[in-house]
């Protein structure tokens, strides 16, 4: 597609509930950013693809979150569990890998977790 | 911890007045620099980014950026900030040997007409 795209655009959760977060980035792009922005704040750091393959996952909060990117294209970040503080808007953004190349953002999915 | 700072959190202009935010990061290696604007509504659009070369890069709608190697700063300029320019503003560091980016926490910019 011409662009980053994430569905859904929002999200209300009753916590405990399990949500699934879906990020198309734009075709032939390498790399798979995920991040998390809290109202107010700038975006945290999630996790981070090259391909299929997980690189980075060490801004997860804890293990009730999961990526996963397994044919190197869409990828899915997964949340068990739902929890308030798990309420934010989840960024995806994709690139082509190495220097010089900026990053292209998706709009963002809004999760609310009442 | 390594990370990207940004000093201003909320700054507020009138028309024509001079802007510049400041951005610091304290990885070392080679790095991208980039600043995003997100305007109300919308998602995070690239303004301009620093890859190699000229440490005064300019971007869109009039901003510019300087690198500075020996600070580790990349702070935005503009001459004259118009209303339109209200927004969010995100620098981000990329770091070449693992291709991972991370941002700063944002400095909201206020332009009273």
């Known amino acids: 597609g011409a662009g980053v795209s994430q569905s859904p655009r929002y999200k209300v959760a009753k916590r405990g509930q399990d949500v699934a977060l879906r990020c198309d980035p734009i075709s032939g792009h390498v790399s798979l950013f995920w991040y998390q922005q809290a109202l107010g704040q700038g975006p945290e750091f999630l996790t981070y693809f090259q391909n299929e393959a997980q690189l980075d996952k060490s801004g997860l909060p804890s293990d009730r979150f999961f990526a996963e990117r397994p044919e190197g294209s869409v990828s899915t970040l997964k949340i068990q569990r739902t929890q308030q503080e798990d309420s934010a808007v989840y960024l995806c953004a994709s690139s082509l890998v190495g220097g010089g190349t900026e990053a292209f953002f998706g709009q963002g999915t809004r999760l609310t977790v009442v | 911890a390594q990370s990207v700072s940004q000093h201003n959190h909320h700054v507020i202009l009138s028309e024509a007045a001079s802007l510049e935010l400041g951005c610091n990061y304290s990885y070392g290696g080679t790095v991208n620099l980039f600043w995003y604007v997100q305007y109300p509504g919308q998602h995070l659009q690239l303004l301009l980014k620093?890859?190699?070369?000229?440490?005064l890069v300019k971007g869109i709608k009039g901003f510019e950026a300087e690198f500075i190697k020996s600070k580790f700063s990349f702070n935005l300029r503009k001459p004259s900030v118009q209303w339109s320019d209200t927004a969010e503003y995100f620098c981000a560091v990329r770091r070449i040997i693992n291709n991972d980016m991370r941002f700063g926490a944002g400095t909201r910019l206020t332009v009273k007409p």
């Open positions: 620093y890859f190699s070369g000229d440490p």
